[in-house]
């Protein structure tokens, strides 16, 4: 199947720092992709649409301005949690989707912390 | 929103035992993928299936859209079958996943 990868794979930060978490795909180009974040033993919660070329667009309740997406490329998708809180510890995971067959993949996750 | 619910919410199985995992969904979908998450939090594709039937060895999957539902099967169980199944659907083709509150499988041996 594909692989969509997402650099890092962790990370510790200090409140009130930024965090930038990439997500590649590795053998397919994705014009758009979805972050996810997951709670401990809760389910995942959509976050935002990323789209190459043009703004993201974000679930709602989710702060734009807190979460900045940029799609650069074809494949890759960056978040970046900007003054981070210990309330943003959480799991973020991206995900692409094929179209031909129809799949959506989905990567490793990032498991954030912040103290 | 769409409302996703799984059940059972947990399951215990001993190695060796089929079992059925359901998925409701309250709208009509386009999409829908069955999901295993392993302990460290990877999602493993198991089904895309919107409708009709699947199989892959030990697993399979149906699904019946009309009356919105989705089963996954999972016979012989095994210990590396343990983690927590998902199942995830999409509206209306816009690829924008909803994720069910997900069933968590301990199989012992």
């Known amino acids: 199947g594909a692989v969509v990868s997402q650099h890092p794979s962790w990370v510790i930060c200090k409140s009130g720092t930024s965090v930038k978490i990439e997500c590649r795909s590795l053998?397919?180009?994705?014009?758009?992709m979805f972050w996810y974040r997951q709670f401990p033993k809760q389910s995942l919660m959509l976050m935002a649409t990323s789209n190459e070329g043009s703004k993201a667009t974000y679930e709602q309740g989710v702060e734009k301005d807190k979460f900045l997406i940029n799609h650069a490329s074809l494949t890759l998708s960056t978040l970046t949690v900007t003054s981070a809180h210990p309330e943003d510890s959480s799991f973020y995971i991206c995900s692409a989707p094929i179209s031909d067959p129809y799949e959506q993949y989905f990567g490793p996750g990032t498991r954030l912390t912040v103290t | 929103g769409i409302q996703v619910e799984q059940s059972p919410p947990d399951l215990i199985l001993q190695e060796g035992a089929n079992s059925t995992l359901r998925c409701n969904f309250s709208d009509s979908v386009n999409n829908l993928q069955w999901f295993h998450q392993n302990p460290w939090g990877q999602l493993i594709n198991l089904f895309y299936i919107p409708s009709g039937t699947k199989q892959n060895g030990r697993l399979s999957a149906t699904t019946v859209a009309t009356e919105r539902y989705s089963l996954l099967y999972i016979s012989s169980s095994q210990t590396t079958d343990s983690g927590v199944y998902f199942c995830?659907?999409?509206?209306?083709?816009?690829?924008?996943?909803?994720f069910g509150s997900g069933t968590k499988l301990n199989v012992k041996p």
């Open positions: 995830a659907v999409d509206l209306n083709n816009f690829n924008k996943f909803y």
């Open positions: 053998d397919f180009q994705a014009t758009t």
